[in-house]
């Protein structure tokens, strides 16, 4: 997932306390959802948007370009 534009050790570590490890996990997920679930599991409105939408919007559509490779 790092090797995605936007998405560094923190984002990994922010997915994996909802539940997603792996890219192909992202497939058919919404980036406003991913942030909404994050900031619920953290307590506290530590994502917002524009650059999370943008990060989560990059690697879910890498997740979705995996599919087709």
């Known amino acids: 997932m790092q090797a995605v534009p936007l998405c560094g050790p923190q984002v990994v570590a922010r997915l994996d306390a909802i539940g997603i490890r792996r890219?192909?996990?992202?497939?058919?997920?919404?980036?406003?959802d991913l942030i909404e679930r994050v900031n619920l599991a953290a307590g506290a409105p530590i994502w917002r948007p524009p650059i999370a939408i943008r990060a989560l919007a990059d690697l879910v559509a890498a997740a979705e370009r995996e599919v087709r490779s």
Do not use: A, T, W, Y
């Open 23 to 32: 890219l192909s996990d992202l497939r058919g997920e919404d980036p406003e």
